[in-house]
């Protein structure tokens, strides 16, 4: 299975980025990177990620988590993720990116969590 990526725009400055299948280095992750850096470009400073169906994360799927929190972050902006599995969660506690990406338990929780 290929990993799938769909944002949709839920006000001006927020959006939802839904990731499927494996988070791991190929063609549809380099997709996903563009998709993502066109929202921001656009003006998208606050995204919510949807792992829920990520079942496997790689390096360089992390290495795109952390782009976008970066991405943000120089914008101000917030980035939550939500759905995380243990096997995900467990590449981001080894790596220490756990400690920076902030995690919820479901969507609703991470359009709690970016409101002001």
Known sequence: MLM???IERVTGA????TLSGPLILGPP???AEAQVRAVIAEGVSK???DVSSVDQIDNAGLGLLVHIYGALS???GVLRLCGVAPSVQKMLQLT???GFLAMDAN???SFIAIQP
């Not at 927020?14 to 980025?17: P, R």
């Open 4 to 6: 799938t990526a769909t």
């Open 14 to 17: 927020t959006a939802v980025l």
């Open 29 to 31: 992750l380099k997709a």
């Open 47 to 49: 995204l919510v990620v």
């Open 74 to 76: 120089m914008k101000r």
């Open 96 to 98: 220490g990116t756990s």
């Open 107 to 109: 969507l609703e929780d």
